[in-house]
């Protein structure tokens, strides 16, 4: 089912305006017009998969606006949590609706973040994200290397977090940087090399993960990433030096 040319118009920029906001600015107000213009314009012409990328995007936009509040040191409300899930949830029963394999799991992606990252129920969350790693190839194939890099990544954490297999987290990892990689994005790189390179660490290779994590700065610093960005790959990179010089 295709989307509406104006609707994925509209959601391109959104997304672009997104991955300023998330790893540069700290700004979403553009991210959340252009998803709310699109879901508008999806309604009107009864594009119910552009209707479904739109609130998935919206979705999405308030997860950035609790990461914020996290990184900031702030208690996210519970108000804004549920605010995330619903919007999570309806992208979800959308894209069902569709049948479209890579929205879905995208849609299933983003429900596993409200309990991984802001509820911290790894048990809530994985029913959702294992669905949604299994339909990862039909993310790729549809074009969106960042999506299926962002799955591949969550589940890496789950490795790292919860299941402890460092080799799992490592393998991972490594497949989201690969993605990344070939987006050829350099905001986006960072954040994939401090996770493969904290996934080196307890894998007993500090010396890959200083690596990592030296790239990783100089590319944050480059791009101008958000200083909390920046500050998470110094801060590895020191733990990781130190650890090869004790």
Known sequence: ??????????????????I???????????????????????????????????????????????????V????VAEAD???????MRRALALWQETGEAAGTA??????????????????????????????????EESGDLYGRSEICRHV???????????????RHLGHSLALRERIGDPRRLPSALVALGEAKMIAGHPQDAAGLFGRAVTLARESELLPWRIGDAE????????????
């Open 1 to 18: 089912m295709p989307i509406h040319l104006e609707t994925a118009r509209l959601c391109a920029l959104a997304d672009e305006a997104l």
């Open 20 to 70: 300023e906001g998330g790893f540069r600015t700290g700004e979403f107000a553009e991210a959340e017009r252009l998803f709310s213009q699109a879901q508008a314009v999806a309604v009107q012409a009864g594009d119910r998969a552009g209707e479904a990328r739109a609130v998935g995007g919206l979705g999405m936009t308030e997860h950035h606006r609790n990461i914020a509040r996290l």
């Open 72 to 75: 900031a040191g702030a208690a």
């Open 81 to 87: 949590i549920a605010a995330e899930e619903e919007l």
């Open 106 to 139: 995208l849609a299933l992606f983003g429900v596993s973040l409200v309990f991984q990252v802001l509820r911290r129920d790894w048990a809530a969350a994985m029913p959702y994200l294992w669905q949604a790693f299994g339909l990862a190839e039909a993310v």
């Open 156 to 170: 890496g954490f789950y490795y790292l977090a919860k299941d402890v297999r460092p080799a799992e987290a490592v």
């Open 235 to 246: 801060e590895n990179l020191r733990q990781a030096d130190a650890a090869l010089n004790s």
